[in-house]
């Protein structure tokens, strides 16, 4: 049933980013257990062995790995130790988050990562600031309390170079890339989030309904991620607390088929950007220069300092001259 659910879930994947056709036909998926966690959890939190880092108050269960209790002022992640090299992924969360608390007397939330940095405590769902990467967040509590077309928990990605600062206090609304309302708590049946991040282009969609059916949540082109960063997920609780559980994370590597000029185009980077977003600190980075043209550089400024000398020693010259002759 898992295996026929996940093909389905891939079918509807393709149509939505516009796959469909002959060349969804092309794309395979491949599990990456190195960068997977599920049950039996066999290793994960061992000091010298297992693929995952547990973090925090999180702690290893039958059934699920839980990142918070439903206590205040508790926090837990768990990181994988594996940096990703993959050019094309999807990563299935398999998740529940309840608790005792009435609407909007819950908190926090949780946050899946695709970061530089890992296992750094901070104010963002428990992890850094300023990070590098991608976090996606699952956010069970409205801190913007004039806000009103927004209905939570609510779900968002951020995509972050370093520079740029989670505003905890609107929700994130300053540097988030798109959303979606997500009712997730204390719910009877299973939920999942999809994170896919295929040329370029990253999508979130969930599926929270119990009808096994993927929702989107999230679409958005133009996304430069660098690889060799770590997969994590965090969570934290305040005043207010929730369960926060992980049930899975799965990673699949996707095979995609690109034409030429996507190749050509699909150069790697170095920074976290998106294209034609216009936040601070978001302008893409210079690529570095290559041999030849620093070379080229080098020589040409030693050629003009060269000429420069030359002139400067003729004028000195011919002035040495002019002021002998009147001299005498």
């Known amino acids: 049933m898992a295996t026929g659910r996940w093909r389905a879930g891939l079918a509807l994947l393709a149509v939505a980013l516009g796959l469909g056709g002959p060349r969804a036909e092309q794309m395979e998926e491949h599990l990456k257990r190195e960068h997977s966690l599920s049950k039996p959890y066999q290793g994960v939190g061992s000091a010298s062995a297992g693929l995952w880092e547990l973090q925090g108050n999180a702690m290893v269960m039958a059934q699920y790995i839980r990142l918070t209790p439903d206590v205040q002022s508790k926090w837990g992640a768990v990181w994988n130790r594996v940096p990703c090299y993959l050019r094309d992924w999807e990563m299935q969360v398999h998740f529940k988050i309840h608790g005792q608390g009435k609407k909007n007397l819950n908190g926090d939330g949780f946050a899946i990562w695709y970061t530089k940095d890992r296992m750094q405590q901070g104010p963002v769902f428990g992890s850094k600031d300023?990070?590098?990467?991608?976090?996606?967040?699952v956010d069970t509590y409205p801190n913007e309390e004039k806000q009103q077309e927004r209905v939570f928990p609510y779900?968002?990605?951020?995509?972050?170079?370093?520079?740029?600062?989670?505003?905890?206090?609107r929700d994130g609304r300053p540097t988030e890339l798109g959303g979606c309302t997500a009712m997730v708590r204390n719910l009877n049946h299973d939920t999942f989030l999809?994170?896919?991040?295929?040329?370029?282009?990253?999508?979130?969609?969930?599926?929270?309904?119990?009808?096994?059916?993927?929702?989107?949540?999230?679409?958005?082109?133009?996304?430069?991620?660098?690889?060799?960063?770590?997969?994590?997920?965090?969570?934290?609780?305040g005043d207010l607390s929730d369960n926060h559980d992980i049930i899975s994370l799965k990673l699949y590597q996707l095979t995609v088929e690109r034409t030429p000029e996507e190749e050509r185009q699909d150069?790697?980077?170095?920074?976290?950007?998106?294209?034609?977003?216009?936040?601070?600190?978001?302008?893409?980075?210079l690529e570095p220069m290559s041999g030849l043209a620093l070379f080229l550089i080098v020589f040409f400024s030693l050629v003009a300092i060269v000429f420069a000398i030359v002139i400067g020693v003729i004028v000195y010259n011919k002035w040495q001259e002019q002021s002998r002759k009147h001299f005498y």
């Open 130 to 137: 300023n990070f590098l990467g991608l976090g996606v967040f």
């Open 155 to 169: 779900i968002s990605a951020m995509v972050n170079n370093g520079s740029l600062t989670y505003d905890h206090d």
């Open 194 to 237: 999809v994170i896919r991040y295929v040329k370029r282009r990253l999508t979130v969609l969930i599926d929270i309904d119990g009808k096994q059916e993927w929702r989107d949540c999230i679409d958005v082109p133009g996304v430069r991620l660098p690889r060799g960063y770590y997969f994590g997920t965090s969570s934290v609780t």
């Open 267 to 285: 150069k790697e980077v170095y920074l976290p950007v998106v294209d034609n977003l216009k936040l601070p600190g978001m302008e893409a980075p």
